[in-house]
């Protein structure tokens, strides 16, 4: 199994920083989840999945990734 980060709107895939290709062959294996979350947290990218890729097609596995970002809503300020 290869783990693979592949852009959601294109279909592309990460082979290094800014090259993204169509062919999952040429992609980089992260080896673990952990390892292509940390990728996309420190080099800021978003908009991406993680494809979890086997030799038999069919059984490959997309997983959706969400923003790590979470948004800050500050309680209201009580009334004067």
Known sequence: MRILLQQK?????LK???VWLHDAAEAT????STKAIAYCAAHKISGVQLVLKFDEHHYDIVMPMGS???EHHPQSASAR
Request: glycine letters at 14%; proline letters at 0%; charged letters at 20%.
């Open 9 to 13: 709107n294109t279909g592309l895939y």
């Open 16 to 18: 290094n920083s800014g």
């Open 29 to 32: 294996d992260f080896l673990s």
């Open 68 to 70: 790590s970002r979470r």
